[in-house]
């Protein structure tokens, strides 16, 4: 399974980015739960947002919560993290990872993740 995170950038405070996921397609299948997770400079990661493997209720972190949104495109086999109101403190590296569970709760935990793609840096700034 592989993954490929793309489209950080640097953006001003209250913009939008759009990131992209590219998966192979067995990792974007039903199959699997994908999910966002970032790390900020000095700090650990942190969940940001996962779409569990029926694609019925999405789970996001607190903070992200009605600015960003996660979904999937089969047809492309890609994830996609549509960050809208941006603020310095969502500064991080954003890194794709696709999970085989079926517990919704569990998707908020790293752990529950086998494959990771690289990561790709977002800088929110003036």
């Known amino acids: 399974v592989q993954l490929q995170a793309s489209g950080g950038g640097l953006v001003q405070p209250g913009g939008s980015l759009k990131l992209s996921c590219a998966a192979s397609?067995?990792?974007?299948?039903?199959?699997?739960?994908v999910a966002w997770f970032r790390q900020a400079p000095g700090k650990e990661h942190e969940f940001v947002a996962a779409?569990?493997?029926?694609?019925?209720?999405?789970l996001y972190e607190d903070s992200v919560k009605g600015r960003f949104t996660i979904s999937r495109d089969y047809a492309e086999n890609t994830v996609y993290l549509q960050m809208n109101s941006l603020k310095p403190e969502d500064t991080a590296v954003y890194s794709c990872?696709?999970?085989?569970?079926?517990?919704?709760?569990?998707?908020?935990?790293?752990?529950?993740?086998?494959?990771w793609g690289l990561g790709t840096l977002v800088t929110v700034s003036s």
């Open positions: 990872a696709a999970s085989s569970s079926i517990i919704l709760s569990s998707l908020r935990s790293r752990a529950m993740y086998s494959y």
């Open positions: 397609e067995f990792a974007v299948s039903r199959r699997y739960a």
């Open positions: 779409m569990p493997r029926n694609n019925d209720r999405a």
